[in-house]
């Protein structure tokens, strides 16, 4: 049964592209082609296009990702235990407690370090 | 439908590949349907709110200007901006639609009618929705534009970040219903989960908010700061298929939040075998989704938009945090009084009289249940009562400095020896 379950997931994968792949394909047989060398340059507020696309940006969006991943890491952690919460004791629980303490020291310490600050 | 195509005559490995490509046809049709019919809702909707009539002109009530918006998008002409990375480019919008629509694999219509009933569900709609953050990466990074990147930059930032407390509040109907399976989900919902656990609804709700980009998160869009954001190279069918992914998303979080918190396809009568049932299942939960989608286009068209600092520190400051503590609360308390569903069945058996009947119309295990529920709720209710004494200091703490602030304040003056306090003769009219 639950091969049979993945083989749909399987087709959808499949499918799931063509469904929107369809109307572009269709825009592209019923659209005007008429490109200009001003067309084609990259929108700027109107101006002429000056310098590169890869700017600087924020550091801040680093470390957003790094914490993102510890606590990413740990939900993955904590799906498991919540599927089997109803047959677990005590001790699982307070295993679980401590795990997410953990994981809320490293909250803590970004936070008075200021890396969710947007500086 | 497998067994009627076998009685056909057909191959057994034939009709089940048959029956589940039609599946898959039937669930995705279903979801871009509504795309159609839902954007005249939204737009009918916004209309009304600011006073104005919405769209009114294409047909009746302005039906078909969904119709008139599509054939206007299929004759653009589609630019791809020089120096873009073509193959990025183009995928980021099958992405983005094919991510959302993906979802609707494990969305329960109604007992009987899913299109795959996973065991992971929980987990894989979770992992499948985040091929839409890609997706916008991609198009950013593709569109060789620095709108563009600087927008897709903003754009992961938020919603990677509002993953955490989203997933941390989909734990708790997991946690409560033993299982990641959707349909499971449901079946074991005997009291909505929004009863149970009204603080982790609340916090699927606001996350899922910020996953879709709606106002008062919509910094995706930010049309007055960052020119479009991350979509602003694309024109044509590819922009058109990046509105319809944003559109799908919002109504399926909406289908998410009332399987996981408001019961799912459950209702009077949606567990009678057969057709009659999954029909009715099915349109208890489209209702239950349309009110959900009601409060997200009310909250759309009501709520100014929030700066972006304010936007992550809201998250990690206090969604995050909370999510966390309402997770242990719950697995706290509801290990304090396990639902006894054999004991309860037995006094159920046992009970005769008026007794009996009360067994009989709420069903054994939902009575097994009221005990945790009750436990669990009012923890929340102390727990939302002590947050909000907390935010409450918060906002007192803020109010003071902002007032020393105020005090401190000087107004510039050019030369320090004539502050400006003094004033200034005139020199006459």
Sequence with gaps: MQVNEWIFIGIFFAIAWIFPAAPIIMAQLLRPKRSTVAKMETYECGIETSGDAWVQFKVQYYLYALIFLIFDIETIFLFPWAVAYNQLGLFALFEMVIFILLLAVALVYAWRKGALEWA | MIEFLVNQGWDKDVATGVALLLGVVAVSTFG????ILGIWVERKFAGRVQDRLGPNR???????????????LLTKEDITPQGADKVIYNMAPLISVGAVLLIWAVVPFSKEWIGSDLNVGALYFTAV????????LLAGWGSNNKYALLGAFRVIAQLVSYEVPMVLSILVPVLLSGSMSMQEIVNKQNIWYIFVSPIAALLFFISSLAEVGRSPFDLIEAESEIVAGFNIEYSGMKFGMFYAAEFLHAFTICVLASILFLGGWRGIGAEIPGVAGSLLGFVWLFTKTLGVYFLLMLIRNTVPRIRIDQMMAFNWKFLVPLSLVNLLVVAFVGKILQPDYVGVTAAATASSGLLSLVYQLLGPNLIAEIPRA????????ILWWLVSMVMQRYAIFEHLKAQTLVKE?????PSPEQP?????PSAGR
Excluded: E, M, N, R
């Design chain 2, 58 to 72: 294409t047909g009746p009530y302005g039906l078909f200007q969904t119709f008139a918006d599509l054939g206007k």
């Design chain 2, 420 to 424: 400006t306090s003094a004033p200034v």
């Design chain 2, 374 to 381: 009750v436990v669990i709720f009012i923890a929340s209710v």
């Design chain 2, 129 to 136: 929705g985040s091929f839409g953050t890609l997706a916008i």
């Design chain 2, 409 to 413: 304040y000087k107004p510039y003056s």
């Design chain 2, 32 to 35: 871009l349907l509504w795309i």
